[in-house]
């Protein structure tokens, strides 16, 4: 018996995972003031200009959320890569969820309780469940998933209108001793992942058995698939991005004020006409990549490395605006131009690498 092979990559899937890095780096350093009781995003600050709210208005409604769901998404469609290839993968998948909830322990304790990695070790370990049924019961498993989802709406609707009660949390952009600003974090990290295994879990995981379906039917690399992908995202492209445009402006004055009653409402929602303009975009960058070899020659090196790039945003997260290090808040424009100069440092970065892996892909890869 030969040994079991990795799957080989698909460039498209590494260039769109480039980009879902650009949305999550964004909204995690512009959203640092927010920690630890609100978010995904800060307002504006009263002192900040008309252009410092633009900015803000249309963090919240074009990019927010929309790279924590694309990854999920990718994440599954990797998975539907690995077992299309005849890879007996589940207890290499099980190796490397253990990894990914390791390292998402550790990255939410010690720098950055908004840690995504450890929801999706979870969910990914149950998509690793049912990972080898057929499309019939899949489709049944999402089915099932949204009506979940909407049960977790409700209860959310119901706890979201009790009224709060203490005070509020001493955020994590105040000065503190290294020791002391830890131990706040690995706490609200603690009780965040609690409350996001035990409520968040349907939304990645509908999203990655999305993918997981999508990556069977070959979606981005068949060409039978060409005329539908065009026809959908041209039908629903723009009728999602007025969406997301109407749900956030219904919100922004209270969005744009702090509000906490209008902010719970948006992080319940946010993640819903997301989904809808994902679902038409992502098939129109499949086809403009095609169209353009040159885009997805540029983004696919910088896929190949996000986990990495992940982690050390963190890490200069954490020096720059956390109390255990700078504690600066240098306010939205400024904080969206450097994750923006961020990113496009790891593209070149990943483009002098190219064939070579950085240590944290090694390991995962193993």
Same mark, same amino acid.
């Given at each position: ?7 080989? +990559? ?84 099980? +190796? ?229 290090g700078l504690s600066w808040q240098p306010g939205t424009l400024v904080t969206a131009g450097l994750a923006l100069a961020y990113w496009i440092g790891g593209l070149r970065l990943a483009r002098a690498l190219g064939p070579r892996r950085l240590p944290l892909e090694r390991w995962l890869s193993r």
């Open positions: 018996m030969s040994p079991a092979r990795p799957p080989q +990559r698909v460039a498209a899937v590494d260039a769109l995972r480039a980009l879902a890095l650009l949305p999550v780096v964004a909204v995690n350093w512009v959203g640092y003031p927010a920690l630890p009781d609100a978010g995904p995003m800060s307002p504006p600050g009263s002192d900040e200009g008309l252009a410092a709210h633009a900015l803000s208005w249309l963090l919240h409604a074009l990019v927010a959320g929309k790279g924590i769901a694309l990854l999920a998404f990718l994440f599954g469609y990797s998975q539907g890569l690995s077992q299309s290839r005849g890879v007996d993968a589940l207890a290499r998948r099980r +190796r490397r969820l253990a990894k990914m909830l390791a390292l998402g322990l550790l990255h939410g304790s010690l720098l950055y309780m908004g840690d995504i990695l450890t929801l999706y070790a979870v969910a990914g370990s149950l998509l690793a469940i049912w990972a080898g049924h057929s499309m019939a019961k899949l489709r049944f498993r999402i089915r099932v998933l949204i009506a979940v989802e909407l049960a977790v709406i409700a209860f959310m609707m119901v706890l979201a209108s009790l009224p709060l009660a203490g005070e509020p949390s001493v955020p994590l952009t105040a000065p503190a001793p290294w020791a002391e600003w830890t131990l706040r974090n690995a706490g609200h990290f603690a009780a965040t992942t609690i409350a996001f295994v035990t409520l968040g879990v349907p939304v990645p995981l509908l999203l990655m058995t999305a993918g997981l379906m999508a990556a069977r039917l070959r979606l981005f690399s068949h060409p039978r698939w060409e005329p539908a992908l065009r026809r959908w995202s041209r039908r629903w492209l723009w009728p999602a991005v007025a969406l997301n445009i109407a749900f956030t402006s219904l919100l922004w004055p209270g969005l744009r004020d702090g509000d906490s009653f209008v902010t719970g409402r948006y992080a319940i929602f946010y993640l819903y006409p997301t989904m809808l303009l994902l679902s038409a975009a992502v098939p129109a960058l499949v086809l403009r990549m095609r169209r353009d070899p040159r885009l997805l020659e540029a983004l696919a090196p910088l896929g190949r490395h996000t986990l990495t790039l992940y982690l050390f945003s963190s890490v200069l997260s954490f020096a720059l605006f956390s109390g255990a």
